[in-house]
Nanobody, 120 residues
Framework: QVQLVESGGGLVQPGGSLRLSCAGSGSIFVIYNMGWYRQAPGKQRELVAAITSGGSTNYADSVKGRFTISRDNAKNTVYLQMNSLKPEDTAVYYC??????????????WGQGTQVTVSS
């Protein structure tokens, strides 16, 4: 079983920055892809950014140039640095990882979600 714990959300003014973290624990053998999604009230969950095991990244058009995803494989952790935040970035942010457990079973896990609110 793989658990994810997120941290770093909060209230920030427009133009400010936040850094989200998501740490995986449990029976992890290897992690492949890691990503961040968000869901605003009344909207569908959308992919914000993703990073592969090789370090390749992709971003939603709405966050390109403002957000940076990174990972620390030794810590089973993925980060999302969010700069120049806008009110439209307000949402619950979820991390997601997939990989293989120590018993060689595939897994895909979600974090519990962390609220990001951008408001003056």
């Amino acid at each position: 079983q793989v658990q994810l714990v997120e941290s770093g959300g909060g209230l920030v003014q427009p133009g400010g920055s936040l850094r989200l973290s998501c740490a995986g624990s449990g029976s992890i053998f290897v992690i492949y892809n890691m990503g961040w999604y968000r869901q605003a009230p009344g909207k569908q969950r959308e992919l914000v950014a993703a990073i592969t095991s090789g370090g390749s990244t992709n971003y939603a058009d709405s966050v390109k140039g403002r957000f940076t995803i990174s990972r620390d494989n030794a810590k089973n952790t993925v980060y999302l640095q969010m700069n120049s935040l806008k009110p439209e970035d307000t949402a619950v942010y979820y991390c997601n990882i997939n990989g293989t457990t120590a018993t060689m079973r595939p897994f895909r896990s979600w974090g519990q979600g962390t609220q990001v609110t951008v408001s003056s």
